[in-house]
């Protein structure tokens, strides 16, 4: 078969998936699309629905699949030189936030970073926000604190709806183990001052399971590393009160 025949069954093919596909997100579908779209050589299709794939099969949990798609997504996207940043940056954040998930943590601070960049001209500060989250969560598990407190530090200093970012507070909690155990002072008060402007933004919910652990490491701290038993006993009792209400 000539290279002009295949590209038109590829096209066609392509075609057909594409009425089939009616705005569904089918990981099937978005599969055939991507690879058809690739043989036809129509780059911007080819990257648009690896891309969907690659976000597709990160959803179902399908990790080294969706790194897979998202590989092919960036290759053509680059092979053939496009400008539509807003797609380069989802490409980057998605696959980063998969290898987060595998455990290559530096591949996925280098892909969050490029992502970062791109979103600092985009019109989305959601997109900003969900990479300083994954930022920080990525620089906690690599054991670089200060550098995950900063970014949870922006997310604090951009997100109006913090309630249900329990995530913080695991990395915080974890931090604050950490500096207990190293008594490192320094830390602990970087630490203090984050579970303070956490809580100024969220609002008091006696059923907040992850309220009552802030007051419980505030209560930690004052108590071991900042010598102050008033303001422990005051944190240890909402923390107990929250808790209560919880059995």
């Known amino acids: 078969m ?3 025949k295949k590209k038109f069954y590829h096209k066609e093919i392509y075609n057909f998936y594409l009425a089939k596909n009616s705005n569904k997100q089918n990981s099937k579908i978005l599969k055939q699309l991507a690879w058809h779209s690739l043989q ?4 911007e299709k080819a990257v648009k629905y ?58 996925a601070k280098h892909d969050l970073k490029k992502a970062l960049k791109l979103a600092q001209n985009l019109p989305l500060p959601q997109y900003r926000g969900k990479l300083y989250s994954l930022l920080a969560q990525t620089h906690n598990k690599m054991g670089e604190f200060p550098a995950a407190l900063k970014y949870i530090q922006k997310v604090i200093d951009i997100d109006q709806n913090l309630d249900k970012a329990n995530w913080i507070i695991e990395i915080l909690f974890t931090t604050s183990r950490i500096s207990m155990k190293t008594n490192n002072i320094v830390l602990a008060k970087t630490v203090q001052k984050k579970l303070e402007k956490f809580i100024e933004k969220i609002s ?8 009552g652990k802030i007051f419980f490491i505030q209560g930690q701290h004052n108590l071991l ?3 102050n038993v008033e303001q422990a006993l005051a944190s240890f009792e909402e923390s107990e009160s929250i808790f209560r209400n919880l059995a």
């Open 2 to 4: 000539s290279n002009l």
């Open 40 to 43: 036809a050589e129509i780059p």
């Open 50 to 107: 690896n891309l969907l794939a690659g976000e597709n099969l990160y959803k179902e949990n399908s990790i080294p699949r969706a790194i897979h798609y998202l590989n092919r997504a960036l290759n053509l996207y680059e092979k053939n030189k496009m400008s539509d940043q807003q797609i380069q940056c989802t490409i980057y954040l998605t696959r980063g936030e998969c290898l987060l998930l595998v455990g290559k943590g530096e591949k």
């Open 204 to 211: 008091f919910d006696k059923n907040n399971f992850y309220l």
């Open 225 to 227: 590393l900042f010598n």
